[in-house]
């Protein structure tokens, strides 16, 4: 097979897939009593190439991606038609790092120590723009996961909300692997359940906006439990080619 008939062939592939996520998005927002539109898709675009993200901006109408790594970003973003999407950082972001990243995306979705807050609002600062961060919470408590405890939720947010250049725009999580609906519908519900608190002690710097769960294997049911962006990569672009 040439590079090109491959090329066209995993170009009709992600436009396929595309639309098969786009209909379920859509089933997912009316069983929850919303739009389609009120659930933003965001294509994460880890180990993919340029050229088939492009297709997805150019050709597909993605207009949000989420890269994982600092390193593998600026790896591909002169080949990026990012003058029509915006560009999330979504993987763990260590500190020495800030630097590096605040000037190139919309959001850092990742946000779990103070530390790290305080570095990014430091930076962002000195760049005279204020970046709006997602807090990662460890819904399921597990060793091999960022994200700060649920029990420290408020205080954290609370700390965060008053560090200059940063905003609070919302919550954001990877669930437990969980083989049964159920246990994933609890994790899910327990995090529309925090979004929905903090929301409601309205704390000054702080819009709970964005709920940010559920990725390709379990981004329907993210839906139906309240989340309103899902990051989908390998039912997008395919297994991953590390």
Do not use: W
């Not at 962002?124 to 709006?132: D, F, H, Y």
């Not at 608190?197 to 906006?209: A, L, T």
């Amino acid at each position: 097979m040439t590079e090109r008939s491959y090329n066209d062939q995993r170009f009709e592939e992600i436009s396929e897939n595309i639309k098969v996520i786009r209909e379920n998005v859509a089933a997912g927002a009316e069983k929850s009593g919303r739009k389609p539109e009120d659930i933003k898709i965001m294509a994460v675009t880890k180990t993919v190439d340029p050229i088939f993200i492009n297709h997805a901006i150019d050709n597909c109408g993605i207009d949000l991606i989420g890269e994982n790594r600092v390193q593998e970003y600026f790896s591909k973003k002169d080949t990026l038609h990012l003058d029509r999407c915006d560009v999330h950082l979504i993987g763990h972001l260590q500190t020495n790092k800030v630097k590096q990243i605040v000037p190139e995306v919309s959001m850092i979705q990742s946000v779990d120590s103070i530390r790290l807050a305080e570095e990014i609002g430091k930076t962002a600062s000195k760049l005279g723009k204020t970046m709006e961060v997602l807090v990662e919470i460890n819904i399921g408590n597990e060793d091999s996961k960022f994200g700060i405890d649920q029990s420290e939720l408020s205080e954290f947010i609370c700390r965060i909300s008053e560090i200059s250049g940063v905003k609070v725009k919302g919550l954001m999580t990877i669930p437990p692997f969980e083989e049964k609906n159920s246990a994933l519908e609890r994790f899910f519900l327990d995090m529309y359940r925090f979004f929905i608190d903090i929301r409601s002690k309205k704390i000054d710097n702080v819009d709970m906006d964005i709920l940010s769960m559920g990725m390709s294997g379990d981004y329907y049911e993210a839906i139906i439990n309240g989340s309103n962006l899902v990051r989908i990569g390998s039912s997008m672009f395919g297994k991953r080619i590390y």
